[in-house]
């Protein structure tokens, strides 16, 4: 084989195996859950009815996407996890930014450490971790004790089970995947640009906004979409944090599954889900393919 036939052969594969890998676990399992969301729940194993009955003829409806929109229990908890989860984007976007900026901008011996500071919580068990705030936003916590010794307050702060402590679980869990893509943008900033802009004359707001903001862009865009995907469907933070009453889509999921067992509705759930998820990434995409097409 000569070796440009090796080199399209590898080329090949290449383009191949991400789809490949697409195909396996994202295209198979998101069919299987589809068929699942379009059957009807029964008492057998598994708890829902088959694709096609006896007589070959489909079995299959959109009863469970129609009952998900005559109900306002589900529309109120996907609208309560957008809301959470745009919030704690925002939130960790905030706080992010400043952190990324400060690292990047760092002598070389000091910003290793204050990565190594960043991501050392994934060291630990992530349950371990918002146990741990559990202990410290309880009314016998750290906090309260502490506000109380100070005489700040006169009776414990009810922080846990609410969507305040929701909201400092979730921020504290994804801060760090909007600092290090907002790092590996702002570390590759060429800080001559903006010395140039201010010499002529912008201020270090003005040269802020039109030279730092538009090239920490891309790593703007992925980390929000990396903190605001995950806290979406968060379970663990609303359960433990917010309460068992916490009105938010991963826990309905949950409920319908393991509880309710109703195999069909939770996959309408999950689907839904997913396409609230999938949309907004598939249009902000071309979007940006849009931006980037060079002018006629």
């Not at 005559?70 to 952190?99: E, K, Q, W």
């Amino acid at each position: 084989m000569s070796n440009d036939a090796n080199n399209e052969l590898w080329r090949r594969f290449a383009i191949a195996a991400p789809y490949l890998w697409l195909l396996v676990f994202f295209l198979a399992p998101f069919a299987i859950i589809l068929k699942i969301s379009l059957a009807d729940p029964i008492l057998a194993q598994p708890p829902y009815s088959p694709a096609f009955a006896s007589d070959g003829t489909p079995s299959m409806s959109l009863g469970n996407y129609s009952f998900l929109l005559s109900d306002d229990l589900y529309a109120i908890s996907y609208l309560r996890s957008v809301t959470m989860a745009a919030a704690t984007t925002l939130l960790c976007l905030l706080l992010g930014f400043p952190m990324a900026y400060g690292i990047a901008r760092s002598p070389a011996a000091t910003r290793n450490m204050l990565l190594l500071l960043v991501v050392l919580p994934f060291w630990i068990s992530f349950l371990l971790r918002v146990y741990a705030w559990m202990g410290l936003l309880n009314n016998h916590g750290a906090i309260n004790n502490l506000l109380l010794w100070v005489g700040l307050i006169d009776a414990p702060l009810q922080i846990m089970y609410t969507d305040f402590a929701t909201a400092i679980g979730l921020v504290y869990s994804y801060l760090p995947f909007m600092i290090l893509p907002l790092y590996a943008s702002l570390e590759r900033l060429d800080m001559d640009l903006v010395e140039a802009a201010q010499d002529l004359g912008a201020s270090r707001t003005r040269a802020f906004w039109d030279i730092t903001w538009p090239l920490a862009k891309a790593g703007t865009i992925a980390g929000c979409l990396l903190v605001f995907i995950p806290a979406m469907g968060e379970y663990v933070i609303p359960y433990l944090l917010g309460g068992p009453d916490s009105l938010f889509i991963g826990r309905v999921l949950f409920d319908e599954f393991f509880l309710n067992r109703d195999w069909p509705l939770a996959s309408a759930v999950a689907i839904i889900l997913l396409m609230l998820l999938v949309v907004p990434i598939v249009l902000l995409q071309r979007a940006q393919a849009r931006d980037e097409e060079p002018a006629a």
